[in-house]
């Protein structure tokens, strides 16, 4: 009975085939996919997921695979999902702490802000490549209290998604409303 117990739970948490080339493969392919995700969020994605940096989606994405894996499937060995866990926080860490010296590391792995409103004037080419649209802006600015573009001395999209806005000396000038398309729908 004993016998039986210890080789369950040798199995629940190494599994059948335990061996040290298998921690060191589960931390390589972790570490390798970690990073094969953030290089392609940020390549190809190119849009914030609001509240998460690309590297905290990742992590998210990596503990729900693991945790959710590891609760279904017996023949996931629980020393591999903790590995999982393990390596993907100390790879943020280590992103983070290299993005205090390396600009193309943080832009990666943290983002950075876009300047989408100059002095009251929309910079589309900068809204295109968050892909944000007019209206989704628009959305934004009105979330803030904004009625008009004039109002808005700087507007930046953060690193987050979230919208940070500088407003301007003299609200009173013209912009654009950001109420037109809600009109057309009344």
């Known amino acids: 009975m004993w016998y039986e117990l210890v080789l369950n739970l ?24 970690f990073l094969y995700a953030l290089v392609n969020i940020y ?11 690309s590297s905290e ?10 945790i959710g894996d590891a609760m ?22 280590l992103l983070l702490k290299l993005a ?16 989408i409103i100059e002095n009251g004037h929309i910079k589309k080419e900068e809204l ?12 934004l ?5 904004i009625k008009h ?7 930046f999209i953060e690193s987050v998604g979230q919208i940070s806005i500088i407003k301007a000396k003299d609200p009173t000038k013209e912009g654009l409303s950001t109420l037109h398309n809600i009109k057309k729908h009344l």
């Open 10 to 33: 040798k199995r629940i948490f190494l599994g059948y085939d335990f061996s040290i080339f298998g921690i060191l493969e589960t931390i390589f392919r972790t570490s390798f996919i």
């Open 43 to 53: 390549f190809l994605y190119r849009r914030n997921i609001i509240h998460f940096s």
């Open 57 to 66: 989606f990742i992590l998210v994405l990596a503990f729900g695979t693991a």
């Open 72 to 93: 279904l499937y017996s023949t996931v060995p629980l020393l591999s999902v903790m590995i999982i866990i393990t390596t993907s926080i100390l790879l943020v860490k």
């Open 100 to 115: 205090i010296h390396f600009d193309l590391i943080e832009k990666i792995a943290i983002g950075s802000h876009t300047l």
């Open 128 to 139: 295109e490549s968050k892909g944000i649209s007019e209206e989704q802006l628009f959305e």
């Open 141 to 145: 600015l009105r979330l803030q209290g």
């Open 149 to 155: 573009t004039g109002e808005v001395e700087y507007a």
